[in-house]
């Protein structure tokens, strides 16, 4: 099995539980989150888990993959959600290591008015999450 294929593997379980527990075992120290609300790159494991924990919260119930490509060494997962009255797409553009653990992790989303609803939402969840 490739790395991509652990890592992919490890992340949709983690999104299939909806437990974010499991989150700092699959990702390097050295990890990278790429935001697509905030213009500087979130550096650090944990920085990159509780962007993660944000997300799997706020979008949660109605997330689904719908569709995948990989390469070698990453994968872009194709996503669709619902956010309070917006419709949510966009897409997770993972790089994994040799042995499968996420080292960057960019999201994109649209349209703007549904970007608008998620930075709402998870600028929220990350001030409840790490205390204001």
């Known amino acids: 099995m490739t790395g991509v294929e652990q890592g992919l593997e490890r992340w949709h379980a983690v999104v299939a539980a909806q437990d974010p527990s499991g989150l700092p075992a699959i990702i390097t120290e050295d990890a990278v989150f790429h935001s697509p609300a905030v213009h500087a790159p979130q550096p650090g ?6 962007y993660l924990t944000a997300a799997l919260r706020v979008l949660g119930p109605h997330f689904r993959y719908e569709r995948s490509w990989t ?4 994968a872009v997962l194709e996503f669709i959600t619902r956010l309070d009255d917006r419709e949510v797409q966009g897409v997770d ?6 042995d499968g653990l996420i080292r960057d992790f960019t999201v994109l989303v649209r349209p703007q008015s549904a970007l608008t609803k998620v930075i709402e939402h998870m600028s929220a969840e990350l001030t409840r999450m790490l205390g204001g």
């Open 45 to 50: 494991r944990d920085m990159v888990v509780a």
């Open 93 to 98: 553009i993972i790089e994994f290591t040799e």
């Open 71 to 74: 390469n070698e060494s990453s």
